[in-house]
């Protein structure tokens, strides 16, 4: 009796210890404006969240904790000090209209304050869920380690972007994987997409400034997991290479900075989850731009337009009295091209400066005569630099360019995003802004908000776009209709399209110096509608677009900024469907996979009145011959439904011309 009576006992007195600890647990919930998505957040030594969509599960117990250390002394949360719960519901109107001329913004927002001066803050939207760290500590701050750990409760598929070093332009082929399949030394650059079955999720981050950039491992388990590159101490070029580093030596750290008094604190990105019932939600999917820092320069100059690319289609003009090449003859026929189609800018890609110096110019070209001819016919023109060249002299070459008239600068080979190199952006964002220029940014990581604070930074790369084609056979229709899903989420992409010379996959050929695309020549067309890049390339020789006029003039008609954005149909890898409207004029870009595929278009989004159709189709022999097309002309109204064939690797695209 003694000893059930001490058994008892025991019972007793550990249940009541875990009914203590149960109460040190502090627990909180939060829902989507619309209720759909719920999250509940439990803090208890360490800081796990849970997040359902329409009651699935999509998170469950992940993890998120920042390590700082505070003027060398180490700053780890122990308790929550007081809890703060926000509501914002407004329209913005961005500068640069990527999608549409206004965004609305709604969320439910809590944050929570630490004991040690650290907070983090959770926002739900109706589309998807974002949270951040921030801290109220003044003087040395170091970040020494970031814990994201994002647990799902199945082995979901991945599509993942992996990566083989930190050293990388971030242009990959999206692998579907299961998360189980993914092993601990395999991970991946952002954004990636996880189809959880009840909804589809786009992890990403926005936000990013001085902090190094967040990416994604995996553990052949139901979870990733967040690394990050830690601060580069010391690099060099690689031996023989003008662009290409060797990291020396890393730091043991994240991130360093001295907050001032007068700073108050800093903010770290926020790491965003984009949420979609449906495929097609992802394509309108804003969050990317609404959690960035607000806008901080007067954006009224930039312009938004079309550019004469000539690095694709290496100078291969013909049917011309000189020798096509890097010279100021070749760079005036682009001009000429550029004002017969009304394209604003060209481009001088790699070449027209020695490699050593971004402001020693190669002895056939003269750039100021170049600008001034351009100006002469209302064509801008932008200059290539190598970002290690440039930041030698940043400000002197910015000047130079500035005083020549040039209008921006397209800036090449960085491959990091460690804190270094994404205060890089910045600082080249705020330097040219300064000097009115846009940027453009090659072998770049992906956007994470630096356009929303400086929109002169017009669009970037980061994806792995039609250059590929001169080298490479992947770059299919199904990896077509990945990237907006996915990459295009996270903001403009620099693709390059515009082939004019198309085959089929059975007749592609591989030729650097006069590539062509693996679609045919109307899903080239249908990228200038369905792809999201305010400065958009034309991607072939000037010589191929004057030869093909009817594809060259319809192409040049196609805006690079949208007053809306209508998605009628997608789904992954599968097709797209995309109706824009700028001013009263709409047009539809449609594009397919690999295989033929019958649509019904639905006009029905058409306001009221007539309008004239033009469009483009795949031509009965583009299976055999993909170039082949045909162009119809017909009056349509909101009650018309449109029966369109696409040919494999197919598209159709559409101008519709307000009658009234």
């Known amino acids: 009796m003694k000893f059930i009576h001490l058994k008892v006992f025991i019972f007793l007195v550990l249940t009541s210890l875990l009914l203590i600890k149960s109460t040190n ?80 913004e709604h969320y439910n927002e809590i944050t929570l304050m630490f004991d040690n001066k650290q907070s983090i803050s959770f926002r739900l939207f109706d589309q998807g869920m974002a949270y951040r760290f921030s801290t109220k500590l003044i003087g040395k701050v170091v970040v020494k380690s970031e814990h994201a750990q994002f647990n799902f409760d199945h082995d979901h598929k991945v599509l993942f972007p992996e990566e083989k070093s930190f050293i990388s332009h971030n242009e990959r082929l999206y692998l579907p994987m299961q998360l189980r399949e993914i092993k601990s030394n395999q991970f991946a650059s952002l954004p990636l997409l996880i189809d959880t079955t009840a909804t589809k999720v786009v992890i990403t981050e926005t936000g990013l400034r001085d902090y190094p950039g967040m990416w994604l491992k995996g553990d052949n388990n139901e979870y990733l997991q967040a690394i990050f590159p830690k601060q580069v101490l010391k690099s060099e070029l690689k031996k023989g290479s003008d662009r290409n580093e060797d990291i020396i030596k890393r730091a043991s750290y994240l991130s360093k900075n001295i907050i001032t008094k007068e700073e108050g604190g800093r903010n770290f990105p926020w790491r965003v989850f984009a949420t979609s019932q449906n495929d097609a939600e992802l394509l309108t999917n804003q969050l990317s731009y ?101 930041d030698e002299q940043l400000e002197h070459a910015l000047d130079e360019f500035q005083k020549w008239g040039a209008a921006g600068i397209k800036v090449d080979f960085m491959q990091r995003d460690d804190q270094a190199m994404v205060n890089y952006y910045w600082r080249i964002a705020k330097q040219a802004a300064k ?62 399209p515009g082939a004019m010379v198309n085959a089929q996959p059975k007749n592609f050929k591989i030729v650097f110096d006069r590539p062509m695309s693996k679609t045919t020549r109307v899903h080239q067309m249908a990228m200038y509608v369905v792809f999201e890049s305010p400065l958009q390339m034309l991607a072939d020789t000037p010589s191929n677009y004057l030869k093909e006029q009817e594809s060259t003039e319809f192409i040049s008609k196609v805006p690079t900024v949208w ?84 040919a494999p690797s197919g598209g159709w695209v559409a101008r519709l011309k307000n009658k009234i």
Do not use: C
């Not at 005036?332 to 402001?359: M, S, T």
């Open 25 to 104: 647990a502090e627990s909180y919930k939060i829902d989507s404006p619309n209720g759909k998505l719920k999250l509940e957040l439990v803090f208890d030594k360490k800081l796990l969240y849970s997040l359902k969509v329409n009651d699935d599960s999509v998170f469950k117990n992940s993890e998120a904790s920042l390590v700082i250390k505070h003027n060398d002394k180490g700053s780890i949360p122990k308790h929550i000090v007081s809890v703060k719960r926000n509501n914002v519901n407004r329209i913005l109107f961005p500068h640069v209209k990527q999608k549409s001329k206004k965004i609305a």
């Open 290 to 390: 609404l959690l960035a820092d607000e806008l901080a320069i007067n954006p009224t100059w930039i312009k938004p337009g079309q550019v004469a690319w000539d690095w694709w289609n290496a100078n291969n003009i013909y049917g011309v009295d000189f020798e096509a090449g890097i010279n100021t003859q070749t760079y005036k026929y682009y001009i000429d091209f550029a004002a017969k189609y009304g394209i604003e800018y060209i481009v001088l890609d790699e070449g027209w400066h020695h490699l050593d110096n971004v402001l020693n110019v190669v002895k056939d070209i003269n750039v100021q005569e170049i600008i001034d001819y351009g100006k002469s016919k209302n064509v801008d023109v932008i200059l290539w630099v190598i970002w290690k060249t440039l």
């Open 435 to 496: 000097r009115h220029l846009l940027v453009d940014f090659h072998g770049s990581y992906k956007p994470a908000g630096l356009r929303r604070t400086y929109p002169n930074v017009i669009t970037r790369e980061g994806v792995r776009g039609l250059e590929h084609n001169k080298w490479a056979d992947y770059i299919t229709a199904e990896h077509n209709l990945t990237l907006p899903f996915i990459r295009q989420l996270a903001g403009p992409m620099d693709y390059t």
């Open 563 to 646: 007053d809306e954005t209508i998605i009628l149909s997608a789904k992954l890898s599968d097709h797209i469907i995309t109706a824009r409207k700028s001013g009263e004029d709409w047009f539809i870009g449609v594009m397919g996979n690999s295989k033929k595929r019958d649509f019904a278009i639905d006009l029905s989004f058409l306001g009221e009145g007539e309008y004239l159709m033009e469009n483009f189709a795949d031509g009965i022999n583009a299976d055999k011959y993909a170039s082949d097309y045909q162009i119809q002309k017909r009056v349509v109204s909101a009650n018309t439904k449109v029966n369109i064939q696409l």
